[in-house]
């Protein structure tokens, strides 16, 4: 029996020296949010933190990973969903089928926790997980949202209506 430190807690699994962090997670612990889909580290999918540093859990074995450091899902980003990039990535629809989302929002909160004013460029290096559905552009605006506290006007995403207004 080994110890995770996962989402504040202390939790107990039982797993091969090489099973990945990925399946202790969702298998052992129930935590689904983190989701499965290369399996090689290539789609990001499976981001979760590692002491703040996003880290792709298909490749890394749960038994290389110790209680002192601490894990945070995404169902651990917020207790509600109201981390300001769950809530831009609601108020803009950032997700299509979703299935990339959760590895996105955690790659994006890492970003946005170490360059809290990231440049283009930033993002480019940091954001380097797959998404199937093409919601690329969507991310980047809301990356740009919360860097301005969600402000999409002073992000410059506002859009001038045919009436003169500005939303
Ligand atoms: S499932 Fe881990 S990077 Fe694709
Ligand atoms: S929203 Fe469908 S894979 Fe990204």
């Known amino acids: 029996m080994a110890t995770l430190n996962v989402n504040g807690a202390l939790r107990e699994f039982e797993a ?63 207790p509600d969903g109201s981390h300001p990039v769950q809530k831009v990535w609601a108020s803009l629809d950032v997700p299509q089928c979703g299935f990339c989302q959760s590895g996105m929002i955690m790659a994006a909160a890492a970003l946005l926790k170490s360059k809290p004013h990231p440049t283009d460029k930033d993002i480019d290096e940091a954001m380097t997980n797959i998404c199937r559905c093409g919601t690329y552009n969507r991310i980047r605006k809301a990356i740009k949202v919360v860097a301005q506290g969600g402000n999409t006007k002073s992000a410059g995403l506002a859009i001038k209506h045919t009436d003169g207004s500005v939303s």
Do not use: F, N
């Open 16 to 78: 091969e020296s090489d099973t990945p962090l990925l399946w202790v997670l969702r298998e052992q612990l129930g935590l689904t949010g983190t989701k499965y889909g290369c399996g090689i580290a290539q789609c990001g999918a499976c981001t979760m933190h590692i002491d703040g540093v996003p880290t792709r859990s298909c490749v890394r074995p749960a038994s290389s990973v110790t209680a002192a450091e601490k894990i945070v899902t995404i169902e651990g980003l917020s």
